[in-house]
């Protein structure tokens, strides 16, 4: 007979007197029932299958109520007594059957595969609540623990029999990892045993609402307990951690430190994890496996079969010894078990680079940076070139005879992946930049020498170069060191199993691919684990896997105490330190983990770790950061000449002519300044000169400048914090958002435009008359606002219908960026009588310019010279052209406009989807998205939530308008498609984590 809540809410009040609401609950075995009862307490009703062993209901009620009694902070399901006092009560059905009830007290929260994100420290939380259960059962006993039980590790080698039910290469993983448990078997049996929870899986954990610092309240459901291995407790809340994550690894990390904060695991223990983690893996796939045969129809019993298939196929790549020393180190052990043997050996070694080099004695030791940002490799195309890199090195060794240069142990080095889209589904892999050896640059026939007696374990050619791999063997020490760089043909002659003396000759320093620029080259590793142990060995770490590989491959410097090297870069909290105490206390850092940025290239960032940051803010870098014709423009004319504007010099024609050719025939006069500042305070000089007045008309939220004169009259700045309200002479008309501003519906424009006319009214009620309107194209700080259609050229004819100047301030959109036009006023059908630019001309060098009529600028030259010291210089306007000509030549523009309207879209699309994206705007490269609520209320918490989760998967990302809750898009012009894939991919993620879905 089955069971129907109207059955079970009877059940309910009969046997337990409750009484209330009842839903039906997923469950394996038992039926499950949730009573939201009318004492305001929410219970969870599990009615047993009729032939249910009682044995085993009981053990888990008593088991219940030991937690209870033992811990009684610990958050667990209550055992509620029947009616009378019965732990385990009884039912009979109409057909005469028995069913066993219990009824538990039921834990609110969320389900842990409802939570978005899964964060480490979440994983953590998990981990410490499964070790305090495990801690809380070490003296629960019980007969029915000690039983068969298909879900025990310990005797998952009842699987065998069904490997026949998988494809060849499931088979295949399968039975590989039923091999490594058979063999480890013996050593396996000999590990702790105790009672354990056995089945932290996604189901059974449960999670607090709270969506910015989630916790894990409890672990329900203890149908698997069972005594084993205690280790196996550890390897299902990993199993069942590290599904749906990308990176395997290091999701079940946090929940290995967790567990071992609560409960201490032993190194033994760690020895057996991974296997442990993969047979339960075996287990779940091989169960449903049997349960499709047997209930198709049953998904439950199926739930976790594809992603546990995932996890397998990832697993079995990652090398079983580096998960292990990875879990030691979470466990607060050296990751390495020999660390500490070899640093007490090397501290009494009595070697010396003598040894490594048997002719070191009459040269120099220096160090030689070729870090992230190094100034000797210089840009980043030469800084991952390898002839380049070669060629500078060869230079600093002429300029240095007799000198060994040395570095490069975890020093953090530039990488040439573009890991951010190596993949077609665009997903965030770290980098490997982290240099694990010491590499040493040698003159011509530097001799190197084994440094030890060594056995030969390897002998190989890679990348054209001799790699040799020596085992050592000191007292009861076992090391390895790893030569490579060589050439081939000298160490081709050695075989495996060579036994070497020490100061055994390897390589004459003759024939290596270096030699080619005059000096040899030594990659030198000291290994505490083999190679050939290690599939996924490297000779660069990521930095999140830092610590394990510093580890495995120790520092070579140990052994030779002679050399003293020092880390001469402060790191970002020295940095910071610093900057808080002597730098401008109004100065800001962008994002909660301020950045320190070393390099740049393109649209990337580049930290000092060599990790890569995609920039969608910096319109700075106009053609891209650190565009090499950029670079070779300044650097060229700075090693010539650098002057001031009062000498004659083509330079200044040159930019002049590249900057006319874009503007229209009236704008063709220019000056030339150092900021975006700096032109807007000459175009209000200009206005004055011209008109007489003072008096200048600005939009609400605008900015225009950090200069008094500019600070004047940027509402921005005076209607924000430290401000004090508009000066005398600044009119602020609304801010013209057709959004959430003051003016929605179709007259907006003409509305917007009147505003402006109020502005004109109440300067000309004083007495005096408009001097300037300004306001820029797309109103940056206020939000990305595109001016409605038809305001532009309305206000315009009011301000030149008073005699007014109409200023342009192009400092932030201008130069292509816009895409369908050159310059932002383009879009509107207008000619202002001045055109101020800023940021993009100079690509992040200090160079700006004021565009203005041949009228103005005669009025101007009233006889009060305008000379600006930097402005038009050789070097600034050399860069101002080049930045001009790569945006014609590389078909920038037309790039800004292709991929804007395609960003555009997308972004339109997937604010169908999210509604908290309430309006998408802008053009070419210039976009932003307002995020609200549906009543329009602004989410500053939201996008600042957004651009800190962007962060995390290095795409830097920044908040604009007056509540701080519009993301601005304005990216290098070489900003492609494919980036705009990778950007909204991540968008997605963070939108679906539950902060974001909560509004």
């Not at 290095?954 to 990216?971: A, Y």
Request: overall charge neutral; aromatic content about 10%; proline content about 4%.
């Amino acid at each position: 007979m089955s069971i129907t809540a109207t059955i079970a809410q009877r059940i309910a009040k009969e046997r337990f007197h409750i009484d209330g609401s009842i839903t039906s609950l997923p469950g394996e075995i038992d039926l499950n029932f949730k009573i939201q009862a009318n004492d305001n307490q929410n219970y969870i009703l599990k009615i047993s299958r009729a032939d249910e062993n009682e044995q085993y209901l009981d053990f888990q009620q008593k088991l219940l109520l030991h937690l209870e009694n033992t811990c009684p902070n610990l958050s667990i399901p209550r055992v509620i007594k029947d009616r009378d006092q019965n732990i385990v009560s009884h039912y009979r059905t109409e057909d005469g059957s028995i069913r066993k009830i219990r009824l538990l007290s039921f834990i609110d929260g969320r389900i842990w595969n409802e939570v978005n994100p899964q964060t480490d420290n979440l994983r953590y939380l998990l981990g410490k609540q499964c070790g305090k259960l495990t801690t809380a059962l070490l003296n629960f006993n019980h007969p029915f623990a000690h039983r068969f039980f298909e879900w025990d590790i310990n005797q998952s080698l009842w699987t065998t029999k069904y490997n026949y039910l998988f494809k060849a290469d499931e088979r295949k993983i399968i039975e590989y990892f039923q091999d490594e448990f058979s063999t480890s078997i013996k050593y396996y049996n000999t590990l702790r045993k105790s009672i354990v929870h056995n089945d932290a899986n996604d189901n059974n954990i449960i999670v607090s609402e709270d969506v910015v610092h989630p916790i894990v309240k409890s672990i329900i459901d203890y149908g698997d307990t069972i005594h084993t291995q205690i280790i196996n407790d550890v390897a299902i809340a990993c199993a069942y951690g590290a599904m749906g994550q990308e990176h395997t690894l290091e999701a079940i990390l946090p929940i290995v430190k967790g567990y071992h904060s609560e409960f201490p695991l032993m190194d033994n223990e760690l020895q057996h994890l991974y296997i442990a983690i993969a047979m339960r893996l075996v287990i779940s796939v091989t169960k449903s496996a049997i349960n499709k045969e047997k209930e198709p129809s049953n998904t439950y019993l199926q739930i976790s079969e594809k992603q546990a298939w995932q996890v397998l196929k990832k697993w079995i790549s990652i090398d079983s010894e580096f998960a292990y020393f990875s879990f030691r180190k979470q466990c607060e052990l050296l990751a390495h078990p020999n660390q500490k043997k070899f640093k007490e050996w090397s501290k009494s070694s009595g070697l010396s680079l003598s040894d490594l080099f048997a002719n070191s004695a009459k040269y120099n030791i220096k160090p030689i940076d070729l870090g992230v940002g190094s100034k000797l490799l210089g840009h980043y195309k030469d800084a991952t070139n390898s002839d380049t890199t070669h060629l500078k090195i060869a230079e600093l060794l002429n300029a240095n005879p007799n000198t060994i240069f040395m570095g490069g142990y975890l020093e953090p080095r530039i990488s040439s992946e573009n890991t951010s889209l190596r993949n077609n589904n665009h997903t965030f892999n770290e980098e490997r930049t982290i240099h694990l050896g010491t590499d040493f640059w040698l003159p011509e026939k530097t001799q190197i020498c084994t440094i030890l007696d060594a056995v030969v374990i390897s002998s190989m050619e890679s990348h054209s170069q001799g790699v040799i791999v020596l085992e050592h063997n000191v007292h009861d020490l076992k090391f390895y060191t790893l030569y490579s760089n060589l050439s081939y043909p000298e160490i081709s002659g050695f075989c495996l199993g060579d036994s070497l003396k020490k100061g055994h000759l390897l390589s004459t320093g003759k024939y290596t691919k270096a030699n080619n620029f005059g000096f040899s080259k030594l990659h030198f590793q000291i290994l505490l684990s083999p190679p050939s142990n290690l599939p996924n060995f490297t000779a660069k770490s990521s930095l999140g896997q830092l610590e394990i590989w510093g580890s495995i491959s120790q520092n070579p410097l140990q052994i030779f105490p002679e050399i003293h090297l020092k880390n001469s870069h402060p790191n970002r909290y020295e940095l910071l330190r610093f900057r808080n105490k002597h730098l401008g206390k109004s100065l800001s850092l962008q994002y909660q983990e301020p950045l320190k940025i070393v390099q740049g290239y393109d649209i990337y960032l580049i930290d000092e770790y060599g990790r890569k940051y995609m920039d969608t803010v910096n319109n700075v870098a106009h053609v891209g950061h650190e565009h090499q014709k950029v670079v070779k423009a300044a650097t060229d004319q700075i090693a010539v000449l650098n002057t001031n504007s009062r000498y004659l010099h083509e330079n200044i024609n040159n930019l002049a002519y590249e900057l006319l050719r874009t503007l229209p025939p009236s704008l063709n006069v220019l000056h030339f300044v150092n900021s975006g500042s700096e032109a807007n305070e000459l175009a209000i000089r200009m206005v004055k000169a011209v008109t007489g007045e003072k008096d200048i008309i600005a939009s609400e939220i605008g900015y225009h400048g950090n200069s008094n004169m500019c600070i004047d009259i940027s509402s921005y700045k005076f209607d924000g914090k430290g401000g004090s309200g508009a000066p005398e002479y600044t009119h602020i008309f609304p801010l013209p958002d057709t959004f959430r501003g003051k003016y929605r519906d179709t007259d907006a424009p003409k509305k917007y435009a009147l505003e402006v006319l109020k502005c004109i009214d109440t300067i000309k009620k004083c007495g005096r008359n408009v001097g300037a309107l300004i306001v820029e194209p797309i109103i940056s700080c206020g939000g990305q606002i595109e001016l409605p259609k038809g305001f532009l050229k309305q206000a315009y004819k009011y301000i030149k219908k008073e005699g007014g100047l109409c200023i342009s301030d192009e400092v932030q959109v201008g130069c292509g960026r816009l895409g369908k036009t050159f310059w932002g006023f383009e879009l509107h059908n207008v000619i202002p009588d001045i055109v101020t630019i800023g940021k993009p001309l100079g690509n992040g060098h200090p160079l700006a310019a004021v565009a203005c009529t041949q009228e103005v600028a005669e009025k101007f030259a009233n006889g009060m010279e305008y000379f600006n010291t930097f402005g038009g210089n050789p070097v600034s306007c050399a860069i101002g052209t080049e930045v001009l000509k790569i945006v014609r030549k590389e078909g920038l523009q037309e790039n800004a406009f292709v991929t804007g309207e395609y960003l555009k879209r997308e972004l339109v699309r997937i604010s169908l989807k999210y509604p908290i994206i309430g309006d998408v705007r802008g053009e070419g490269l210039f976009l932003g998205f307002e995020l609200v609520t549906n009543d329009l209320i602004p989410l500053p918490e939201h996008s600042k939530y957004l651009i800190n989760r962007m962060k995390d998967y290095r795409i830097l990302m920044s908040t604009d308008g007056p509540d701080n809750n519009v993301i601005k898009i304005k990216p290098p012009l070489t900003f492609s498609k494919d980036h705009a894939n990778y950007l909204i991919k991540h968008l997605e993620l963070v939108f679906n984590e539950d902060f974001m879905q909560k509004h």
